[in-house]
């Protein structure tokens, strides 16, 4: 297999909403039981998943980006804004239904992390796939057990990929990682220790 292939596979397979619904399984199963447990992680992964994918795959359709992708840092801004209102709506959701606080956390994160991302991508192109991977390894290290630190070990073969592809730099990958290293960290501590 050539580089770019391995890349590409690498950047499919490590993708931040696969990641997702690890991280919300995980937690739903640690603080939750039975059909609660199963309800909130199904709703979460609806909310944080696939009707991101879906819009953003809309948005291409439409013409609105030029890419599923978002490889152009003038093209981020409003869809990461739009994925956020659906992040909020989750977090609202999960209010009404008395989610424990862990599953807030994790949800603020996504929406701080996703919003930061839509500022920055004003001025300069980070990579929120990275992010995808450094966030959720950060929140199952605090939330679920201090084992998944051994995760972080993804951020390299996906950075690698991101660059190989031309879809980062190395700064913007390492820049990425950090900003939701950073807010995960924040936040988790915050909302659920």
Known sequence: MDRKRL???LSLVLQPQAVAILLYALVSAKYLR???ALGLFLLSVLF???LPTVFVLWLARKGKVSDPDLPKREERFFPYL???G???VLLAVLVLFDAPPPLL???LC???VTLAGAVISLFWKISLHLAGIAGPVTALLLLVHPLFALLYGLLVPLGWARVVLRKHNVLQAACGSLLSFGLTYAIVTWVAL
């Open 34 to 36: 039975g059909m609660r």
């Open 86 to 88: 659906i992040y909020g």
């Open 105 to 107: 956390a994790i949800t």
């Open 110 to 112: 996504y929406i701080a």
């Open 48 to 50: 944080v998943s696939v």
């Open 7 to 9: 890349a590409e596979l």
């Open 82 to 84: 739009g994925i956020v």
